[in-house]
């Protein structure tokens, strides 16, 4: 009996380290199965995915410090834009009106980057003088309070004003590789120094020669004489940032008559000037060269100069009617898509300024056109627009279609980085678009169908894909 039991137990025993090595034997199997379901998870979506275009981005496709430097530059440019309305107003002299319209332009041309990566725009209902960084707020109240002391203060603040903008603008071109936010860098450098070039050419009619506050001589001479050097922007004095105290009193014979008034020390207003140094902290502490963004007007073809003409009046066309269908209507969806043709307007705007092509926008009110094909264009899109809502957001739908076949032909028709990727950029509003005019027909029982477009392409678009190449061309 005693042997039988030894054997039952021999046997149980036997049993149950049996079950045990068949229980981690499945749960190794059950592991090594988890992963490679994982694998053809991962495997189908890879060769699922289809390729999209720059022009959709995300704000995850930027980094962190690329989306902070976009949200600085932009109340930056507001800044400046802001600082010479006051200062207009206070003084009268036409550069600051002038230069604040150019300002605005900057501004716009960041704001269309914010749009096209999906970042917030910090500057959104802001009146003039308002701003969400606080460091900016409290260098606006220091800059107008400044420049309102005399003309010649006033004018000091815009070299100054230019100045920073110029060393933080090369900072966060230093700082990314995203070609089109170095595109638009890089054209507002180029304003920035047409403009230091103004506001000390004005300060000469008045006696002062201004030094540099925070660019270095040799870089300050180099802007002023219309020489650029091969690198990326200036940065600040000696590699740094730090205010220059010389004095700016030096008088020298004035290049066209003007009244004399007391000289210029800058001395005077340290508690300013600590703070120009200290929102200029962040910049690069090298880089002393500028970028080849003092592009004339001989660096393009003459096509490229015709197709940025035709551009801005199209997108002058598509504002000026939305604003018409928005007063007539009253959808927000026109006064929404107006806001945001203006931004493509003053985009191609900025690059008609960096390539030194006149503006033939410039002083042109809703619904005037230098070109008489856009004209006509504008005339008879207004009217069928009039007709019934349904009708108006069909004019919508049309115009967005004709711009992306429009932009696309120039688009392939230049190798120039900077225009194709504003083209890019419009391509991928012009897209946005014609969705919300669609979604907008569908709520009054309509289904758009594409007028210029093929239905492929229109179908791309409306789901959100995009195709490969360089954007729509005419359906057959």
């Not at 002023?224 to 205010?243: E, L, Q, R, V, W």
């Not at 030096?250 to 929102?279: F, I, M």
């Not at 006149?358 to 619904?367: K, M, Q, Y």
């Not at 509003?429 to 014609?434: A, F, R, V």
Request: hydrophobic share 30%.
């Amino acid at each position: 009996m005693k042997k039988k039991l030894v054997i039952l137990l021999v046997i149980m025993s036997f049993l149950v380290t049996f079950a045990f090595a068949g229980c981690s034997s499945n749960s190794a199997q059950n592991n090594t199965s988890a992963p490679k379901t994982s694998e053809n998870v991962s495997s189908n979506t890879a060769n699922n995915s289809t390729n999209t275009n720059s022009s959709t981005a995300t704000s995850t496709s930027l980094t962190q410090e690329e989306k902070d430097g976009l949200l600085y530059s932009v109340e930056e440019e507001k800044l400046a834009r802001d600082v010479y309305l006051d200062l207009y107003n206070k003084w009268g002299l036409n550069v600051f009106k002038n230069i604040s319209s150019a300002e605005q332009r900057h501004m716009d041309a960041v704001r269309g980057l914010l749009e096209k990566f999906n970042v917030p725009d910090p500057t959104i209902d802001e009146g003039v003088g308002v701003f969400k960084n606080q460091k900016i707020q409290k260098l606006y109240d220091e800059l107008t309070a400044e420049g309102s002391k005399s003309v010649v203060d006033a004018l000091i603040v815009g070299a100054k004003i230019e100045e920073i903008d110029m060393i933080d603008l090369n900072k966060e071109l230093n700082a990314t590789n995203n070609k089109d936010i170095k595109s638009v860098y890089e054209s507002l450098i180029a304003g920035s120094k047409n403009h230091l070039r103004a506001f000390v050419s004005n300060l000469k009619k008045y006696g002062v020669d201004y030094k540099p506050q925070f660019l270095s001589q040799e870089q300050f001479d180099e802007i002023i004489n219309g020489t650029n050097s091969k690198g990326n922007g200036p940065a600040g004095n000696n590699g740094s940032t730090g205010y220059n105290s010389t004095n700016t009193n030096s008088n020298t014979t004035a290049s066209n008559s003007g009244t004399n008034t007391t000289s210029n020390n800058t001395s005077s207003n340290n508690e300013t000037n600590t703070n120009l140094e200290n929102v200029s902290s962040n910049t690069a502490n090298n880089s002393t060269n500028t970028n080849s963004s003092t592009a004339t007007s001989t660096s393009l073809t003459q096509e490229e100069k015709d197709g940025l003409l035709y551009s801005v009046e199209e997108e002058k066309l598509a504002r000026d009617v939305y604003l018409d269908l928005y007063n007539k209507w009253g959808l927000n969806v026109f006064k929404n898509i107006s806001s945001a043709e203006q931004r493509h307007m003053d985009a191609v705007r900025g690059l008609l300024e960096k390539f030194n092509v006149p503006d033939p926008t410039i002083d042109e009110g809703v619904g005037v056109f230098k070109n008489q094909k856009i004209q006509k264009l504008y005339d008879e899109l207004t009217a069928e627009g009039s007709k019934s809502v349904v009708d108006a957001l069909i004019v919508g739908a049309k115009i967005e279609e004709i711009d992306m076949i429009d932009l696309n032909k120039e688009l392939n028709a230049t190798n120039n980085k900077d225009i194709k990727s504003v083209y890019e950029s419009l391509i991928a509003g012009s897209k946005n678009h014609l969705r919300a005019f669609v979604s907008n027909l569908k709520k009054y029982g309509v289904d758009y169908k594409p007028q210029f477009l093929s239905q492929e392409q229109f179908d791309e678009i409306i789901n959100g894909t995009n195709s490969k190449g360089n954007g729509p061309k005419r359906g057959g």
